[in-house]
């Protein structure tokens, strides 16, 4: 992967993906964001990814599409400017370069541990790994920041906006002082997602990195 312009889900700040989570609107959103675990099995989002550099200035934007089955299945794409394709299956997490035509896999668990990720899943490992606070109303969004127990850890913190106890604006910062902002759109609560979506196929003439049967 081209680390100036792309970011592995597996390190932040790639997924980018956070915390896509909230419940009905109330005078807690930390206490939403753990109701909404329990409320959602599902999810699938449009979104917009920008990054940012130290000054706030905006250095690449990407467009693409979400979709998650918990506790642990993920499809996450990113379909302009380029196309990249991170699937996770529940056993293994793909992740489909289509500029370097390579493949890498690693197992699910792997993957999860200790990185950003695991906020999908939800379950007890969330508060084990992650120290979430509630902050003050800004733009008319109800934050929570998210930091990771883990002082080693590349993900620095992570702020989550609810706007109507919907996810509308999540914004990351990793050690490097970089910051993404992911904006969500159309986003749909417990769909109905065919199981394909979460299965992943090896395209011919790639190079795969990793092992394959698990």
């Known amino acids: 992967m081209q680390p ?11 997924i980018v993906v956070i915390v896509l989570f909230s419940s009905l609107a109330s005078a807690n959103s930390v206490s ?8 959602t099995t599902s999810l699938q989002t449009e979104f917009r990814q920008l990054q940012l550099d130290e000054q706030g200035v905006v250095t690449q934007s990407q467009e693409g ?18 196309r990249q394709v991170m699937v996770n299956d529940g056993e293994r997490f793909w992740l489909h370069d289509d500029d370097l035509a390579q493949v890498t896999v690693r ?3 792997e993957a999860l541990q200790n990185a950003p990720l ?3 899943s939800g379950g007890p490992a969330l508060e084990a790994q992650f120290e979430m606070t509630e902050l003050a109303s800004k733009d008319g969004l109800d934050w929570v920041e998210i930091k990771p127990r883990e002082k080693e850890s590349d993900f620095i913190s992570a702020r989550m906006g609810l ?13 490097l002082g970089q910051q993404t902002r992911i904006l969500f759109m ?17 395209p011919d003439g790639v190079e795969v990195i990793g092992d394959t049967e698990g």
């Open 4 to 14: 100036h312009r792309k970011y592995d889900l597996f390190r932040l700040p790639g």
């Open 32 to 39: 939403d964001l753990k109701a909404f675990y329990s409320k």
């Open 65 to 82: 599409r979400f979709w998650l089955q918990r506790p642990q299945k993920l499809r996450w794409v990113y379909e302009r400017p380029y």
């Open 107 to 109: 197992p699910s668990s």
């Open 118 to 120: 695991l906020l999908l």
């Open 163 to 175: 706007r109507q106890g919907i996810p509308s604006v999540l914004e990351l910062a990793d050690s």
């Open 186 to 202: 159309n986003l749909r609560l417990n769909p109905r997602i065919d199981a394909n979506q979460f299965k992943f196929v090896i």
